[in-house]
């Protein structure tokens, strides 16, 4: 009697135990399943010495970071003409507190100083109540432009069974925003449609603001300035790995264009830093010969003319025309990347490491006086991602110096 009870308590506590693993596993939030999934992939992924790790002896964020050589352009210095340039957001009226939020580091960190106009973009026309709570935020000018039907919409040659399909597959590939249409017709407009719309026709420079993105660092030369006279064309802070399943088809389909038009192809281009294989072979594989490493593109100072040239323009039509942004989930920041990687110069391409900046869950945090609110050398809180960080590719292949 008395040993069947205690088996009996024994089973109870042993059920409850289980109950409890399930529970936690449940609804312990894990990072993005895109991350499990590379997690999945570890054993070969980890960089040693990584600047994304603060421990790194090497990560050049760990030294005081100043201004960037060459000609700056500084507050007071009212003699040199201002660039032709605009802050850009594409954002929802939903997401009016993210960008107020956003609006207050920016202004308080560069263009209180510099007074650069902001456009806004929507695929919907923005409320009244958007409207004033950012123009409140800034003595610049604002611009609200509406997005036209014929940039965001589904183009007519997209096979809707083939997108039902297709997003099944994607999501047993764990790939975030797998079957949300908007998505995917937001990555096509940042890829080849943000540069075309008639508000921008005479606008050359743009520094890409999302909502809910932080800045640090006080920064007080004019960034495009710097862009327009050292001869730069894009500016980044943070260099990542994608998902491979979500772009399986991005680089064949690249070579594709790249084998019908090989004098777009620059001379000194970063094809190295597009394909190396030595860090993750796998993303080469499954992403079919590309190394995934990619701009992050919620945050880029570019000129436009740049995406307006033919070479990236016809390659952008060429994609667009191939499927991928609706039958894959090929993301503007690969396609910027592989543009720029393939079709530039890379010595113009510059890594603004003095822009205290965070879109969750990576940072980029220089050292500096000039900043606040962010611990130099941090890449990311959740120490497992900082192999996520591909910046140690761009050096090698590319920023050799
Ligand atoms: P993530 O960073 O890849 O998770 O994507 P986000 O949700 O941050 O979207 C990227 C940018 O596009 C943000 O600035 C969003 O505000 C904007 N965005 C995304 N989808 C839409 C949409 O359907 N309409 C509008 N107007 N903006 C969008
Ligand atoms: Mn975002």
């Known amino acids: 009697m008395q040993l069947s009870r205690r088996v009996n308590r024994l089973l109870v506590l042993i059920g409850l135990v289980v109950l409890a693993v399930v529970i936690v596993r449940k609804i312990v939030p894990s990072a993005t399943p895109e991350v499990n999934q590379q997690e999945a992939e570890m054993g070969q992924t980890m960089t040693p010495n990584h600047p994304g790790s603060p421990s790194s002896s090497t990560n050049p964020l760990l030294q005081e970071v100043g201004e960037p050589e060459g000609i700056l352009t500084h507050v007071g210095d009212t003699d040199r003409p201002r660039a032709n340039a605009t802050l850009l957001s594409l954002v929802r009226n939903s997401e009016l507190r993210g960008i107020v939020r ?235 990347s592989i543009g720029l990687g393939l079709f530039l110069d890379k010595s113009k391409i510059h890594w603004f490491k003095d822009i205290g900046y965070l879109h969750m869950p990576y940072y980029n945090c220089p050292a500096s006086k000039k900043c606040s609110g962010c611990r130099a050398g941090r890449f990311t809180d959740a120490g497992y991602l900082n192999r996520e960080n591909c910046i140690d590719n761009f050096f090698k292949y590319v920023h050799a110096d």
């Open 102 to 336: 956003t609006m207050r580091d920016v202004e308080r960190t560069f263009n209180s100083k510099f007074n650069y106009p902001w456009t806004f973009f929507n695929d919907v026309p923005f409320t009244e109540e958007f409207k004033q709570k950012t123009q409140a935020m800034t003595k610049a000018p604002c611009r609200y432009e509406l997005i036209p039907k014929e940039h965001w919409e589904t183009p007519a040659w997209i096979n809707k069974d083939l997108v039902g399909v297709s997003s099944e597959i994607l999501e047993e590939d764990d790939i975030m925003y797998a079957k949300q249409q908007s998505y995917h017709q937001m990555c096509r407009w940042n890829s080849g449609m943000f540069y075309k719309h008639p508000a921008l026709k005479d606008v050359r420079w743009y520094w890409r603001i999302e909502p809910n993105t932080r800045y640090y660092c006080s920064i007080d030369y004019d960034v495009f300035r710097y862009m327009e006279d050292n001869d730069k064309t894009y500016g980044y802070v943070i260099n990542i790995y994608d998902a491979p399943q979500s772009i399986r088809t991005l680089w064949p389909t690249t070579m594709e264009f790249v084998a019908q038009h090989p004098e777009y192809v620059h001379a000194n281009n970063a094809i190295q830093w597009l394909t190396d294989n030595d860090v993750r072979p796998n993303h080469n594989v499954i992403a079919n010969g590309y190394s995934t490493c990619h701009f992050w593109s919620n945050f880029e100072i570019g000129d436009m003319d740049f995406f307006r040239s033919d070479a990236y323009d016809k390659y952008f039509e060429y994609l667009d025309h191939a499927g991928g942004f609706f039958y894959e989930r090929w993301g503007d920041a690969p396609v910027h």
